[in-house]
């Protein structure tokens, strides 16, 4: 078997890295041809179980295809590339460091070169640095953080229907709990002309709907914006006014991100507009999705102080109230909320659990607290912890109550009639003659229809079934 093999961990900012390095490996082997097996494993390292995953992974593609060459990239390797290079059948190791050198390398890897040729000689190898402790494969990561974007990898529609541009790269906060600044450096953001470019491409190839995405993304420009004035909103309206996109969504943003232009934006361009491109029957859409994901963490201020989070509850709830008020009710409010942060109490979590249920949240992502080594959180974890059972039982109840939201939310819907694009449909559903698809305001909806994936229309949405899933059929 020749070609390549990438697997993904991790979140959106992740998964668009991995899609690149996959473009570019795809460039590559268009010109020259692979002589080897290869498996790229594009790893997360946000929790102790992302790692066990990744390892796990790649025991076994080791194991399955012990002639392919494994190259593991992201987040775990970038914070312990050691660990990661002693693990059998791994051949080099990139952290998040190096990896826009990540294609190179792994493409010379794949040629058999002992040692990659296409490498710049400022490279700087850390298992040299690491006297008394060689890895077996050879690791490329340091914190400089000078290659972590890979600019150039064109973004076209291919496996995804609606991909990430990731824009912004890093973080330069330092949440307690969080092992990212350390795994990505501080922020840094794509060229403004760079994005546009993308998406202009994008475009180009029949593409309509984009996600922008950042492991900040609320941070983007800011490194530059003394001189130029750079926001996230200022980018956000040049792409809608300068290029033809159909639609534009907004990944996570921090709540203080959250600034009056940005939140004015989906009120001009959320509605939908007379002018805007026709969907369908000449009926206009907003090109702006209304759709607002700002990660909570806790709703108990005490809780946030310890995560050194730059807001309070009562700063959350005013940025989502002027959301409502932008976007209008139909907005989809998503959250991610972490359970069991070190010295959580009963009170605090029922906090937490009673902000939750004030807020017109349409879905949550829940975690658990995971101490990350390195972390401020991993000494406060040694000092208080919560136990277990208790981590378990909030959770139950965080998540029955998420459930409760989402079924409100996606009820509210049933009977209405919602702008929504065709996904790539899995097997099981298109034999039963169904289409995948996804609603402007990020409700999944089930098509009772055939359709290719990428097509633009109109769904009336027809009813809530047992499982949460919400059927729907076109527009008459
Ligand atoms: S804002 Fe906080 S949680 Fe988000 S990436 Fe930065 S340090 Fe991590």
């Known amino acids: 078997m020749t070609g390549f093999h990438i697997e993904h961990f991790g979140c959106r900012a992740a998964r668009a890295d991995g899609e690149a390095i996959g473009e570019r490996l795809r460039a590559l082997s268009e010109s020259r041809l692979f002589q080897s097996d290869l498996v790229v494993v594009n790893t997360c390292s946000v929790t102790a179980e992302a790692d066990r995953a990744a390892r796990a992974f790649i025991r076994r593609a080791h194991r399955e295809n012990p002639a392919a060459r494994i190259v593991v990239t992201g987040c775990y390797a970038q914070r312990a590339p050691e660990e990661v290079a002693r693990l059998e059948g791994v051949a080099a190791v990139v952290g998040n460091s190096h990896k826009a050198l990540a294609p190179e390398i792994i ?67 330092r949440c307690t709990f969080c092992v990212i600044p350390f795994t990505r450096g501080p922020s840094k953001s794509l060229s403004r002309a760079s994005v546009i470019g993308q998406v202009q491409s994008f475009v180009a190839t029949g593409g309509k709907e984009l996600v922008l995405s950042g492991i900040n993304l609320g941070r983007w420009g800011r490194e530059r914006s003394g001189s130029r004035g750079e926001t996230l909103a200022g980018l956000v309206r040049t792409i809608l006014e300068q290029t033809t996109l159909f639609r534009l969504r907004l990944s996570s943003i921090e709540p203080m991100d959250w600034d009056d232009d940005l939140i004015a934006l989906l009120r001009e361009f959320g509605e939908p507009q007379a002018e805007s491109l026709s969907l369908g029957r000449n009926r206009p859409a907003g090109r702006l999705a209304r759709h607002a994901h700002l990660p909570l963490q ?154 290719g994936s990428n097509e633009l229309l109109w769904a009336t949405v027809t009813g809530l079934n047992q499982d949460g899933a919400l059927g729907a059929c076109i527009s008459g």
């Not at 850390?126 to 690791?139: F, K, N, T, W, Y």
Request: aromatic share 8%; proline share 9%; hydrophobic share 45%.
């Open 298 to 451: 806790s709703g108990s201020d005490a809780v946030l102080r310890r995560m050194h989070r730059r807001y309070r509850p009562w700063h959350y709830a005013e940025k989502v109230a002027r959301l409502v008020d932008a976007a209008g009710p139909d907005l989809a409010l998503g959250a991610d909320v972490m359970v069991g942060f070190p010295g959580e109490t009963d009170r605090e979590f029922e906090e937490t659990l009673a902000f939750v249920r004030a807020l017109p949240f349409g879905y949550l992502h829940l975690f658990p607290f995971s101490p990350r080594p390195g972390t401020a959180g991993w000494a406060l974890q040694a000092k208080s912890p919560v136990p277990k059972g208790a981590i378990e039982e909030r959770m139950a109840a965080l998540r029955a109550l998420a459930d409760e939201k989402a079924r409100d939310h996606r009820g509210r819907f049933v009977g209405r009639e919602l702008a929504a694009i065709t996904l790539r449909t899995p097997l099981p559903l298109a034999a039963r003659g169904r289409t995948a698809a996804l609603t402007e305001n990020f409700l999944p909806i089930e098509l009772e229809d055939s359709f």
């Open 107 to 173: 493409f010379d890897l794949a040629l058999g070169k002992p040692q990659p040729g296409n490498i710049p000689p400022t490279l700087v190898s850390v298992q040299s640095l690491m006297a008394g402790a060689p890895a077996h494969a050879p690791v490329w990561a340091d914190d400089k953080f000078a290659h972590t974007f890979i600019e150039d990898a064109p973004l076209a529609l291919g496996a995804q229907t609606r991909p990430n541009l990731k824009i912004q790269e890093g973080c330069g906060n």
